[in-house]
């Protein structure tokens, strides 16, 4: 199946291939038809999978670049997801020459600014939740014409106060919209508040809670006090063309981001007490090469979409099954090879079995002597 036979338009095909796309992903051939139909979708895949393309591509289908008002509206649990959201509609309009307008707000950023370019009268709105309700509430964003509302990240918009913000801004719009939540992961609690938004809901899976099979799973055993060294030590030995670190805390990831410096590694970090302009240099750097290593907080690495990450490590290993995907999704994305190494006590080498049950992969532990990485022999 292509492209042509999901219902999309020359002018995108040809924008797709500008970036080297040609064959649909599974979830993409799976939940295109459906969206473009017009139908309510909890969309579910890996991570690095084509989720985004699954539902732009009906959105800008369906989008009159005559009318000017907004007619879509992306909603992102981070600044960084809704960012890339809004760089591929950026790309996919310049590529394909449809003059469709996005409009990226987020909380962090200068309301002012945003009140201007809204006036620029932008066909799709990518941002966060609260920022969006906002100006809603405000009645600088208008929303009349608004028909199709996107929950990225939906396992972990659905809750708490993001749900409550999802309610709202539903409620303002005058019409039943085209709900579309998206996901890396099935879970009952969200799919049950997804239902109870949008009637008649299909569930549009290819391979959500499993781990890409080209990724490796490799597991340390050491002292707490010895991470630090540890990573040091692995980052040497594997020399990452980019990879990312995951720690639990903001804290923590101020704390290995001074040790790796002293040790002569450059790298970045990312996380909530960061502001709007220090995470995006953080990105920045990571994406550039400036920097081989990005250290991020469980909050701020949600739906990172980086490119070239060929190692993940897991300084602080989660203990959801659940985490451990999407950390481990963030590299091996699109068909290329991944490694997730994961740094554990004696205690939390438990949870090696854990995952190993519950996402259906299997983990290898490895010493690291004089450089060079080892399999502990069975």
Avoid at 111 to 140: D, N, W, Y
């Amino acid at each position: 199946m292509n492209f042509t036979d999901l219902g999309i338009s020359d002018a995108f095909i040809q924008a797709l291939e500008k970036e080297g796309i040609t064959t649909p992903m599974p979830i993409q051939s799976e939940a295109i038809p459906a969206l473009i139909d017009g139908s309510n979708a909890y969309v579910s895949a890996q991570t690095g999978t084509g989720k985004t393309l699954a539902y732009l591509l009906p959105i800008f289908g369906k989008i009159d670049p005559s009318v000017l008002n907004a007619q879509a509206v992306v909603l992102a649990p981070t600044h960084e997801l809704a960012s890339q959201i809004h760089q591929q509609a950026l790309r996919l309009a310049q590529n394909s020459g449809v003059p469709v307008k996005s409009l990226l707000l987020i909380g962090g950023a200068s309301t002012k600014r945003q009140l201007e370019k809204l006036k620029r009268k932008p066909q799709l709105i990518v941002g966060s939740a609260g920022r969006i309700l906002e100006l809603i509430r405000m009645k600088k964003l208008k929303v009349p014409k608004v028909e199709t509302l996107v929950v990225d990240e939906a396992d972990r918009m659905l809750t708490g106060a993001s749900l409550e913000t999802i309610h709202d801004i539903g409620g303002t719009l005058p019409s039943t919209p085209q709900w579309v939540f998206v996901s890396a992961t099935e879970q009952k609690a969200s799919s049950a508040e997804a239902q109870q938004l949008a009637p008649h809901l299909k569930f549009l899976s290819a391979g959500a809670n499993k781990v890409n099979a080209d990724i490796q799973h490799v597991y340390f055993v050491g002292e707490e006090r010895s991470k630090a060294d540890l990573l040091r030590r692995l980052v040497r030995a594997v020399d990452p063309e980019r990879a990312i670190v995951f720690v639990h805390r903001n804290k923590d990831a101020e704390l290995v981001k001074s040790k790796m410096v002293h040790y002569g590694i450059p790298v970045a970090d990312i996380h909530g007490t960061h502001g709007k302009l220090e995470r995006k240099k953080a990105m920045d750097d990571i994406r550039s090469g400036k920097v081989g290593v990005l250290i991020a907080s469980d909050v701020a690495a949600r739906g990172l979409d980086i490119k070239g990450v060929t190692h993940i490590f897991n300084y602080d290993v989660p203990s959801d099954s659940k985490d451990y995907l999407h950390r481990a999704g963030r590299t091996g994305r699109a068909g290329e090879e991944g490694f997730a190494i994961s740094l554990m006590t004696q205690q939390e080498t438990r949870l090696v079995k854990r995952y190993e049950a519950d996402l259906g992969l299997e983990m290898v532990e490895a010493i690291i002597s004089d450089g060079q990485i080892y399999a502990v022999e069975a």
